[in-house]
């Protein structure tokens, strides 16, 4: 064969290979740092500091036993316990039936009723609020409706908290519901079953661990939220806004670390519990399942198609209220058109810089994150050195899902700040800010990336030792190249959340560095709904213009990249 | 292990012994855990020979490879190539080519970029390399798929291009992984021969893992049968097929009827009621309790006389037509309890017009009776 003139001699090959592994060794070395450091040490901060005093001394529980000898603050414990679980209620049936019709029944739209649906995930959580103070506020157009009562307080939490929880309670139900044996109905129907007890006895019992997961989710979301109890709570004290009195407005650090530890409480239970569901899950779905085909029911296909409009109807009314009112001269008496609710230069000195900031911000974390998540992903699921390092990685990148946004917040405060730390050079910068958003989103995003790994053929990696090709090269011709759809889900995810999230940046933000979401707040504060309610609406068009600039993307200029799908 | 080392060592007397082995493997142990997969596996492969690991799912062929791929380095144990210790060397340190079940085939590669890809990391002038892709394309017979991606070809275009790649850089040693298994019949039959083909032309020293006895048979200048982490035997194959050394090695490869046996004398055992002459039953002790194997298709109907030895009457259980010959389910009368396997070529169906019940007088040839020790 003339190809002897191809083959390598040794020596090169040797040595190349002790440099792949070595690399590998390296590059999982530096992630087990960089989540140790971005995720590990803040919390560990916040941990510590609640065991501190002031001055950062040792003193025991003793700052618990403030917390809870002090009515106004463990109250909140009570107040916010108790807005989560009436908020639970209402939307999980809500979401429930909304996602039962999009899964069991042939309507037309389902598309686009799923996709109305899902808007509220590309705003800040307070647009919510924002939108129901124009409603049913001070100066409200439906005032009328409350009969004297007052937005300000539990019952707007709640109302707000309905619209912002309903979309993630929807994208858990629709997957539960999905998974559905069409045997299962098969033979409840062969035995002549009721329709309403086929109902109790097989739909609801499959959904079962999709409804438990959902309820713990919006219940952490709600008591974590921290955008919508600080717009339209009033007087009324949750754990979010104290933790942030206790820490902006107080700069009593020991206290804030206690409330962000109590914070932590149902978000962990929650994880677990979604861990626990998912294991269980799996085994319930039998590889041989038979997908469910919807069968028609006018009567029942027309009722809850006119739910769902309905539904979908509130949630773009109360979302589209608050984009409508940031051009509306002086609500509600002046209802004509007007762009000078976007000067903020009239009602801040940050002017549009924040707006710039959190574009630069979610752009950068998207970019850097993308970056980081699926090289990390790819050390932990397809390399087999330092087998250890990997294990503590995947447990490191798992951990951000349990902690609430407010949480991390808390712990960066505290670690970034901290004197000993030469990384408080940092404080306040635009990097701490972009890093805090790829560790605050960093479990979606590994998720995501694991799973596009894992379809990949395992044996990838053999071949091209086989063929002597360097690791990293078959990661950037191979690896890389059939993941790029993955790729883009993980930055568009990371760069709406970043976009849109208030309670991570809420005490990060330095002089220059003052974020969209923040400047909301601010605005709000000052009493200057309007300009609120413009930076919202920009920060809502940007999300939706970044996810249908994705879409578009995704369908007519990837597709013809990727020639080599198509068969 | 005397078996291995016996399977060695008579594998040896053939011409390939003559040469040093190419690949040399000693004592290799793989644990999973506490599950031992490899147990102390010993092995010789001589340069250019065509060996095969066959055995059942699950006994650990894949793990052999791999650890002589260095892909899933071994526990315990040596394995040297070409005279050189490579144990604990990573696989690119290593020289070889490797075919897996899957292809692996690189997706968003065209063909021909799959099959260069080794190639381009050693820093050849594109017009060799070039050279080289069509050259192998040919070589498998894929010269006009070049710019295809694997997607647009069939199962048995990319096992070729698989192939290709394995053997652009010239390696040393190819190994393949059940290649055929993901292949239907009739391709996996064309493929055979041409992979069988491609080897002997080659001159590469090649290891084929597969569970397809008839593969493993058709293929192989030897066969490594295996089974539960140990070889049970190394042979050619008409060496594994005649002169089985274990009861599990005779009744995977091919098939046999199992007896429970006594032996009787230095030439004879007995089975239930009946005294069989036996050539296999000189070195067991007599009054052993031993296994008594018979292959079907060695039971002989046909040109029977007085002087034919074990010549007994038995009873056409019934009869499976599998195309080109009939398997008989025969009952002895002089052992009722008993049931043995019989091949009938169609052309002996037509003559005696075999039918179920019917009895027939049939002799097992004292040489083609195997005894296995029982247990
Ligand atoms: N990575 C692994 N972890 C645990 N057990 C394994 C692993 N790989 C193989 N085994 C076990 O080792 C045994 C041999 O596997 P393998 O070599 O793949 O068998 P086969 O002969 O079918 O190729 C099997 O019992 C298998 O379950
Ligand atoms: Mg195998």
Same mark, same amino acid.
């Given at each position: 064969?003339?190809?002897?003139?191809?083959?390598?001699?040794?020596?090169?090959?040797?040595?190349?290979?002790?440099?792949?592994?070595?690399?590998?060794?390296?590059?999982?070395?530096?992630?087990?740092?960089?989540?140790?450091?971005?995720?590990?040490?803040?919390?560990?901060?916040?941990?510590?500091?609640?065991?501190?005093?002031?001055?950062?001394?040792?003193?025991?529980?003793?700052?618990?036993?403030?917390? &809870?000898? !002090?009515? /106004? @603050?463990? $109250?909140?414990?009570?107040?916010?316990?108790?807005?989560?679980? #009436?908020?639970?209620?209402? =939307?999980?049936?809500?979401?429930?039936?909304?996602?039962?019709?999009?899964?069991?029944?042939?309507?037309?739209?389902?598309?686009?009723?799923?996709?109305?649906?899902?808007?509220?995930?590309?705003?800040?959580?307070?647009?919510?609020?924002?939108?129901?103070?124009?409603?049913?506020?001070?100066?409200?157009?439906?005032?009328?409706?409350?009969?004297?009562?007052?937005?300000?307080?539990?019952?707007?939490?709640?109302?707000?908290?309905?619209?912002?929880?309903?979309?993630?309670?929807?994208?858990?139900?629709?997957?539960?519901?999905?998974?559905?044996?069409?045997?299962?109905?098969?033979?409840?129907?062969?035995?002549?079953?009721?329709?309403?007890?086929? &109902?109790? !006895?097989? /739909? @609801?019992? $499959?959904?079962?661990?999709?409804?438990?997961?959902?309820?713990? #989710?919006?219940?952490?979301? =709600?008591?974590?939220?921290?955008?919508?109890?600080?717009?339209?709570?009033?007087?009324?004290?949750?754990?979010?806004?104290?933790?942030?009195?206790?820490?902006?407005?107080?700069?009593?650090?020991?206290?804030?670390?206690?409330?962000?530890?109590?914070?932590?409480?149902?978000?962990?239970?929650?994880?677990?519990?979604?861990?626990?569901?998912?294991?269980?899950?799996?085994?319930?779905?039998?590889?041989?399942?038979?997908?469910?085909?919807?069968?028609?029911?006018?009567?029942?296909?027309?009722?809850?198609?006119?739910?769902?409009?309905?539904?979908?109807?509130?949630?773009?009314?109360?979302?589209?209220?608050?984009?409508?009112?940031?051009?509306?001269?002086?609500?509600?008496?002046? @209802?004509?058109?007007?762009?000078?609710?976007?000067?903020?230069?009239?009602?801040?000195?940050?002017?549009?810089?924040?707006?710039?900031?959190?574009?630069?911000?979610?752009?950068?974390?998207?970019?850097?994150?993308?970056?980081?998540?699926?090289?990390?992903?790819?050390?932990?699921?397809?390399?087999?050195?330092?087998?250890?390092?990997?294990?503590?990685?995947?447990?490191?990148?798992?951990?951000?899902?349990?902690?609430?946004?407010?949480?991390?917040?808390?712990?960066?405060?505290?670690?970034?700040?901290?004197?000993?730390?030469?990384?408080?050079?940092?404080?306040?910068?635009?990097?701490?800010?972009?890093?805090?958003?790829?560790?605050?989103?960093?479990?979606?995003?590994?998720?995501?990336?694991?799973?596009?790994?894992?379809?990949?053929?395992?044996?990838?990696?053999?071949?091209?030792?086989?063929?002597?090709?360097?690791?990293?090269?078959?990661?950037?011709?191979?690896?890389?190249?059939?993941?790029?759809?993955?790729?883009?889900?993980?930055?568009?995810?990371?760069?709406?959340?970043?976009?849109?999230?208030?309670?991570?940046?809420?005490?990060?933000?330095?002089?220059?560095?003052?974020?969209?979401?923040?400047?909301?707040?601010?605005?709000?504060?000052?009493?200057?709904?309007?300009?609120?309610?413009?930076?919202?609406?920009?920060?809502?068009?940007?999300?939706?213009?970044?996810?249908?600039?994705?879409?578009?993307?995704?369908?007519?200029?990837?597709?013809?990249?990727?020639?080599?799908?198509?068969? | 292990?005397?078996?291995?080392?016996?399977?060695?060592?008579?594998?040896?007397?053939?011409?390939?012994?003559?040469?040093?082995?190419?690949?040399?493997?000693?004592?290799?142990?793989?644990?999973?855990?506490?599950?031992?997969?490899?147990?102390?596996?010993?092995?010789?492969?001589?340069?250019?020979?065509?060996?095969?690991?066959?055995?059942?799912?699950?006994?650990?062929?894949?793990?052999?490879?791999?650890?002589?791929?260095?892909?899933?380095?071994?526990?315990?144990?040596?394995?040297?190539?070409?005279?050189?210790?490579?144990?604990?060397?990573?696989?690119?340190?290593?020289?070889?080519?490797?075919?897996?079940?899957?292809?692996?085939?690189?997706?968003?590669?065209?063909?021909?970029?799959?099959?260069?890809?080794?190639?381009?990391?050693?820093?050849?002038?594109?017009?060799?390399?070039?050279?080289?892709?069509?050259?192998?394309?040919?070589?498998?017979?894929?010269?006009?798929?070049?710019?295809?991606?694997?997607?647009?070809?069939?199962?048995?275009?990319?096992?070729?291009?698989?192939?290709?790649?394995?053997?652009?850089?010239?390696?040393?040693?190819?190994?393949?992984?059940?290649?055929?298994?993901?292949?239907?019949?009739?391709?996996?039959?064309?493929?055979?021969?041409?992979?069988?083909?491609?080897?002997?032309?080659?001159?590469?020293?090649?290891?084929?893992?597969?569970?397809?006895?008839?593969?493993?048979?058709?293929?192989?200048?030897?066969?490594?049968?295996?089974?539960?982490?140990?070889?049970?035997?190394?042979?050619?194959?008409?060496?594994?097929?005649?002169?089985?050394?274990?009861?599990?090695?005779?009744?995977?490869?091919?098939?046999?009827?199992?007896?429970?046996?006594?032996?009787?004398?230095?030439?004879?055992?007995?089975?239930?009621?009946?005294?069989?002459?036996?050539?296999?039953?000189?070195?067991?002790?007599?009054?052993?309790?031993?296994?008594?194997?018979?292959?079907?298709?060695?039971?002989?109907?046909?040109?029977?006389?007085?002087?034919?030895?074990?010549?007994?009457?038995?009873?056409?259980?019934?009869?499976?037509?599998?195309?080109?010959?009939?398997?008989?389910?025969?009952?002895?009368?002089?052992?009722?309890?008993?049931?043995?396997?019989?091949?009938?070529?169609?052309?002996?169906?037509?003559?005696?017009?075999?039918?179920?019940?019917?009895?027939?007088?049939?002799?097992?040839?004292?040489?083609?009776?195997?005894?296995?020790?029982?247990?």
């Amino acid at each position: 064969m003339s190809g002897a003139a191809l083959s390598s001699d040794r020596g090169p090959a040797l040595s190349g290979i002790s440099r792949d592994a070595l690399i590998l060794r390296l590059g999982v070395a530096i992630l087990v740092g960089w989540l140790l450091l971005t995720i590990a040490f803040p919390l560990w901060s916040l941990l510590s500091k609640s065991f501190q005093d002031g001055d950062g001394h040792f003193v025991g529980l003793k700052n618990y036993i403030v917390y &809870f000898s !002090t009515p /106004t @603050l463990f $109250g909140s414990i009570y107040n916010s316990v108790w807005v989560a679980v #009436v908020s639970t209620v209402i =939307v999980i049936p809500i979401a429930f039936i909304y996602a039962y019709t999009l899964t069991r029944t042939k309507i037309p739209l389902k598309g686009l009723l799923y996709s109305a649906a899902l808007l509220p995930l590309f705003a800040p959580s307070l647009l919510s609020a924002i939108s129901l103070i124009y409603l049913f506020g001070n100066q409200g157009l439906l005032k009328g409706f409350l009969f004297g009562g007052s937005i300000y307080g539990p019952a707007g939490i709640v109302l707000a908290q309905v619209f912002y929880c309903f979309p993630h309670a929807l994208i858990i139900l629709v997957a539960a519901l999905g998974l559905a044996d069409a045997r299962l109905y098969e033979v409840a129907d062969a035995l002549g079953t009721a329709r309403p007890r086929i &109902f109790w !006895t097989v /739909t @609801l019992p $499959g959904a079962k661990f999709g409804l438990i997961n959902a309820c713990f #989710v919006v219940f952490t979301l =709600v008591v974590t939220d921290f955008g919508i109890a600080k717009v339209i709570g009033g007087q009324f004290n949750v754990l979010a806004t104290d933790a942030y009195k206790q820490v902006v407005g107080q700069q009593n650090f020991a206290m804030g670390a206690v409330v962000g530890m109590v914070l932590l409480v149902p978000a962990v239970a929650a994880f677990v519990i979604d861990r626990m569901v998912q294991r269980r899950q799996v085994a319930l779905l039998s590889a041989r399942a038979v997908p469910l085909e919807p069968k028609e029911n006018k009567l029942r296909d027309w009722a809850l198609t006119a739910y769902a409009l309905v539904i979908a109807g509130l949630i773009v009314g109360v979302l589209g209220t608050a984009v409508w009112a940031s051009f509306i001269t002086y609500w509600p008496y002046n @209802l004509s058109l007007t762009l000078k609710n976007y000067e903020f230069g009239t009602f801040d000195a940050a002017a549009w810089s924040p707006y710039f900031n959190s574009l630069k911000m979610a752009a950068l974390a998207a970019i850097i994150g993308t970056a980081i998540v699926f090289t990390g992903a790819y050390l932990v699921e397809k390399t087999k050195v330092a087998s250890g390092g990997r294990a503590i990685a995947h447990l490191l990148a798992m951990l951000p899902m349990a902690v609430p946004g407010l949480v991390l917040g808390l712990g960066y405060v505290f670690f970034v700040n901290a004197a000993w730390n030469p990384l408080n050079i940092f404080y306040g910068t635009l990097i701490v800010l972009v890093v805090n958003s790829v560790a605050h989103f960093y479990t979606v995003a590994h998720i995501t990336a694991l799973t596009a790994l894992k379809q990949i053929d395992p044996e990838f990696e053999s071949v091209s030792a086989s063929l002597k090709v360097p690791v990293w090269r078959t990661f950037a011709r191979v690896t890389v190249p059939i993941c790029m759809p993955a790729i883009f889900d993980i930055a568009i995810y990371i760069f709406v959340n970043a976009l849109t999230t208030v309670s991570a940046v809420i005490f990060l933000y330095g002089p220059g560095t003052k974020l969209a979401s923040v400047a909301i707040v601010h605005m709000d504060e000052a009493g200057v709904t309007a300009g609120a309610a413009a930076m919202a609406t920009l920060i809502v068009l940007t999300a939706l213009a970044a996810k249908l600039l994705h879409v578009f993307l995704d369908r007519f200029v990837f597709m013809r990249l990727q020639a080599w799908r198509r068969r | 292990m005397n078996k291995q080392i016996d399977g060695v060592s008579r594998a040896g007397n053939g011409s390939v012994a003559a040469a040093a082995p190419f690949l040399r493997i000693r004592n290799l142990v793989k644990r999973f855990g506490s599950f031992v997969a490899l147990k102390d596996v010993s092995l010789d492969v001589t340069s250019g020979e065509f060996v095969c690991f066959l055995g059942p799912s699950g006994c650990g062929k894949t793990t052999l490879l791999r650890a002589i791929a260095g892909l899933d380095p071994q526990d315990e144990g040596t394995i040297e190539m070409g005279g050189r210790d490579v144990s604990h060397l990573p696989p690119a340190a290593r020289d070889f080519g490797i075919v897996f079940q899957s292809y692996a085939l690189f997706p968003n590669l065209t063909v021909a970029a799959n099959v260069g890809y080794g190639l381009v990391n050693r820093r050849r002038p594109n017009s060799e390399i070039n050279a080289r892709v069509k050259e192998l394309l040919a070589l498998v017979g894929l010269s006009d798929q070049e710019t295809k991606y694997p997607v647009q070809l069939s199962g048995g275009q990319q096992q070729r291009v698989a192939l290709a790649r394995a053997l652009a850089t010239s390696p040393g040693l190819l190994l393949l992984d059940e290649p055929l298994s993901a292949l239907d019949a009739r391709v996996r039959l064309r493929l055979r021969d041409q992979i069988k083909d491609l080897q002997r032309r080659l001159g590469v020293t090649t290891i084929m893992v597969t569970h397809d006895q008839e593969e493993a048979m058709s293929m192989a200048d030897r066969i490594v049968v295996m089974n539960q982490g140990v070889i049970d035997q190394v042979g050619t194959p008409s060496d594994i097929y005649r002169h089985p050394t274990t009861a599990f090695v005779a009744d995977f490869v091919g098939s046999m009827t199992f007896m429970d046996a006594e032996i009787a004398g230095p030439d004879g055992v007995r089975v239930g009621d009946l005294n069989l002459h036996c050539k296999d039953a000189k070195g067991f002790v007599q009054g052993s309790l031993v296994r008594l194997g018979l292959r079907p298709e060695e039971v002989r109907v046909r040109n029977l006389d007085s002087a034919t030895q074990n010549k007994i009457d038995a009873k056409v259980l019934s009869l499976d037509f599998l195309g080109s010959f009939c398997r008989a389910r025969l009952n002895p009368e002089a052992a009722p309890g008993i049931t043995i396997l019989a091949d009938f070529s169609a052309n002996l169906m037509r003559d005696l017009a075999v039918t179920e019940g019917q009895k027939l007088a049939i002799a097992l040839p004292p040489e083609s009776l195997r005894l296995f020790a029982r247990g």
